[in-house]
């Protein structure tokens, strides 16, 4: 199968072919379907570029109002907003945590863009196989496999991903031929959205393999170790710990991954690393002009996804108040700052810039290239957005395998994490005590990675008052209720004209009222 996971999706084919037309329906779903379909999906290199635009796809879902961050990480207290990004700052505990916005105005709660990749797998899983063999120049068995197997990853990617952020999805697996009269569909139960990624994680499994064949599509471009990887945490969403710990020993044993050397840490963030198990292509071309990814405009202060972290020195010229400043109170609650900690972890240093200063920078994301580099102007972030990586799989193992009792097991792989940092191995004989060791070091291990904040509900730790994290403050009065406020709201004012039969999650339908 020829290369083009490596490459920058900007979708130009795609919209030339009409499959970006944007659609009128319950979801704002598309791309869905196009006139040029019947003679579009006719060849190999046709199902590839439609692969190509799903991931395109769900990079732009994930970077869109840099949403991958804003759901994992600032409702989890790890920065500071200094009063900017929209009503970001009412997130931080400066103001109390209050997260007390109109859930209608927000960008951020516009579900759309997932739905626009899973129509966009709705539409190659439907199409794909029944382009003749002869449209193939690679063998067509083989070819369609992995084309199907990929497809089938990234739609259950987002069915997980909304389940988690928003719950009870609108599940949706049928490419529409006629958008326009598709009857509108109520949302489902989060159960059923975890079960629907499940049940295409299985069918990628069977279609894709472990390796790679072109070495520049490591880690981009989904194979079984990824469907692996994220079953084992679908699982652990649907409290099945026994299978969450067999697909994590799946890729444990079987996917020829390995932890990083803790001295080379930060390389997991450039890019195809021998950690990571699938991540957003990102990296800088000089072909390239994608400022919502990685630049920073100083004309008119507009920092990209991940140059919102960064500041002087880094970014030349770019003031540090401008920034998502790191939350030292959640940092030195989670990590050894001293002189003899910062040696020990090699987190923090690869992690963290300005300790203690006014400023603290979050460091995971600072490739830094200038496209002028004589002049220091037009800086790109090169980094990658990892997404699944070795050292998720060793500690979702041991948070199964903790809630199965077999607590010896669960430190043997919270261990693996641990000593790479250059941390002591943990003897912990108490299953509660080591599933709180186990989310704290995913609060370390994870920081900035768009995370914690799911691993704090989906383990339930962000209802028990015996674990202290530092942002237990507000936690229990925003999610720890029947209304499920840890759940996001819809920007129902964008949706509900498409589909009369969506409701508002429970706890922003009366916050809106009041």
Not at 221 to 228: L, P, W
Not at 250 to 274: C, P, Q, R, W
Not at 294 to 309: H, I, L, R, S
Request: hydrophobic letters at 40%; proline letters at 5%; one cysteine or more.
């Amino acid at each position: 199968m020829k290369t083009y996971i490596n490459k920058y999706y900007i979708l130009l084919l795609l919209c030339s072919l009409g499959l970006i037309a944007s659609c009128k329906k319950y979801i704002n779903e598309g791309p869905i379907d196009s006139p040029t379909n019947d003679n579009f999906w006719t060849t190999e290199r046709a199902a590839e570029s439609g692969l190509a635009g799903a991931y395109g796809l769900l990079r732009t879902a994930l970077t869109n109002s840099r949403a991958y961050f804003v759901f994992g990480d600032a409702t989890a207290d790890e920065f500071i907003f200094n009063g900017n990004n929209w009503t970001l700052s009412d997130l931080a505990s400066d103001y109390n945590f209050n997260f007390a916005y109109e859930p209608y105005e927000e960008e951020v709660n516009d579900w759309t863009p997932f739905y626009q990749a899973i129509s966009q797998c709705n539409l190659i899983l439907s199409k794909v196989p029944a382009i003749p063999a002869s449209g193939f120049t690679d063998d067509p068995t083989t070819t369609k496999n992995q084309i199907l197997g990929e497809a089938y990853f990234v739609r259950a990617y987002c069915y997980y991903y909304i389940s988690q952020v928003w719950g009870q999805p609108v599940i949706v697996t049928q490419a529409y031929t006629d958008p326009i009269n598709a009857q509108p569909i109520a949302r489902s139960t989060t159960a059923a959205g975890f079960a629907q990624a499940a049940s295409d994680l299985a069918a990628s499994i069977k279609l894709l393999p472990y390796g790679y064949t072109n070495p520049a599509d490591v880690a981009v471009q989904a194979s079984r170790g990824a469907a692996f990887a994220l079953l084992a945490k679908t699982y652990l969403w649907q409290k099945q710990y026994k299978q969450a710990s067999d697909a994590a020993d799946s890729v444990i044993m079987n996917g020829g991954y390995t932890l990083e050397a803790g001295a080379m840490y930060g390389n997991i963030f450039k890019g195809h690393d021998k950690e990571s198990i699938f991540e957003i292509n990102m990296l800088y071309s000089p072909n390239q002009n994608e400022a919502q990814n990685g630049e920073y405009d100083p004309t008119t202060g507009q920092t990209g996804v991940f140059a919102q972290f960064l500041a002087e020195p880094f970014i030349a010229g770019k003031d540090p108040q401008s920034i998502w400043n790191v939350n030292l109170d959640l940092v030195n609650h989670l990590f050894d700052t001293t002189a003899a900690g910062k040696k020990k972890d090699v987190r923090i240093n690869a992690t963290f810039y300005g300790l203690h200063s006014d400023v603290t920078q979050m460091i995971k994301y600072a490739n830094v290239i200038y496209q002028q580099p004589a002049q220091q102007t037009q800086p790109f972030v090169s980094n990658n957005m990892v997404l699944l990586r070795l050292a998720d799989t060793y500690l979702v193992k041991a948070e199964a395998d903790v809630n199965l009792g077999n607590i010896g097991d669960a430190a043997i792989n919270l261990n693996m994490v641990r000593t790479r940092a250059g941390l002591k191995p943990v003897n912990i004989a108490n299953g509660k005590t080591m599933l709180y060791a186990i989310m704290d070091e995913r609060g370390r291990e994870f920081y900035g990675e768009g995370t914690w904040y799911f691993d704090l509900y989906r383990s339930g730790l962000i209802f028990d008052a015996g674990y202290d994290t530092a942002i237990d403050g507000y936690l229990p009065a925003r999610a720890g209720n029947d209304n499920a406020g840890f759940q996001w709201p819809l920007d129902l004012r964008t949706l509900l004209p498409q589909d009369p039969l969506l409701t508002q999650n429970p706890y922003w339908a009366l916050a809106s009222q009041n």
